[in-house]
Antibody
Framework: QLQLQESGPGLVKPSETLSLTCTVSGGSISSSSHYWGWIRQPPGKGLEWIGSIYYSGSTSYCPSLKSRVTISVDTSKSHFSLRLSSVTAADTAVYYC???????????WGQGTLVTVSS | QSALTQPPSVSGSPGQSVTISCTGTSSDVGSYNRVSWYQKPPGTAPKLMISEVSSRPSGVPDRFSGSKSGNTASLTISGLQAEDEADYYCSSYVSSNTVLFGGGTKLTVL
């Protein structure tokens, strides 16, 4: 079955850029029916959608994060990536990737990866 | 865009029913039948329980049901079981291809 796995540094310094990759296995990242999304959960807080990308490269971003977020896709490697610039402690969170359908929601999800912003 | 409004917590005894509300606006919940619900036990990834307001993905027990009236969507869990204890989040499509999540509701099974 389709599986997603996040990977990347667990510690990022303030003002630097957070970079994560989500590898898709057990299915095609080039699905015409789905986008691929990033969602995060700061400690003790709720879920926040960051953005989503189609295999063609078309993107949609959360308006409040749009100026700092870049999501890209590499279909040859079956993965998509998140870059979040100028991070602060407020960006400390568990970051999840998930397959995304605008009508049906996010399913399935990766296990999540904790990223801490600290010097 | 503000998060959708959910009660911080709900509780119920085994066998009872509980309902979790998710209130948005006419720009999100009220305009689209694209409300999803997710179950998130502590330390694990969210799991899709309901999509398109009231559709259950394969494998989700029929004890879980969803509905919508106006700007408020609801998740009802009937025949409450201990394993249902988790955080629950709603989400809704918003215009121009964006998504809003609710603040989350902690369900305690007494």
């Amino acid at each position: 079955q389709l599986q997603l796995q996040e990977s990347g540094p667990g510690l990022v310094k303030p003002s630097e850029t957070l970079s994560l990759t989500c590898t898709v296995s057990g299915g095609s990242i080039s699905s015409s029916s789905h986008y691929w999304g990033w969602i995060r959960q700061p400690p003790g807080k709720g879920l926040e959608w960051i953005g989503s990308i189609y295999y063609s490269g078309s993107t949609s971003y959360c308006p409040s994060l749009k100026s700092r977020v870049t999501i890209s896709v590499d279909t040859s490697k079956s993965h998509f990536s998140l870059r979040l610039s100028s991070v602060t402690a407020a960006d400390t969170a568990v970051y999840y990737c998930a397959r995304h359908a605008w009508v049906k929601g996010f399913d399935p999800w990766g296990q999540g990866t904790l990223v801490t912003v600290s010097s | 865009q503000s998060a959708l409004t959910q009660p911080p917590s709900v509780s119920g005894s085994p066998g009872q029913s509980v309902t979790i509300s998710c209130t948005g606006t006419s720009s999100d919940v009220g305009s689209y039948n694209r409300v999803s619900w997710y179950q998130k036990p502590p330390g694990t990834a969210p799991k899709l329980m309901i999509s398109e307001v009231s559709s259950r993905p394969s494998g989700v027990p029929d004890r879980f049901s969803g509905s919508k009236s106006g700007n408020t969507a609801s998740l009802t869990i009937s025949g409450l079981q201990a394993e249902d204890e988790a955080d629950y989040y709603c989400s809704s499509y918003v215009s121009s291809n964006t998504v809003l999540f609710g603040g989350g509701t902690k369900l305690t099974v007494l």
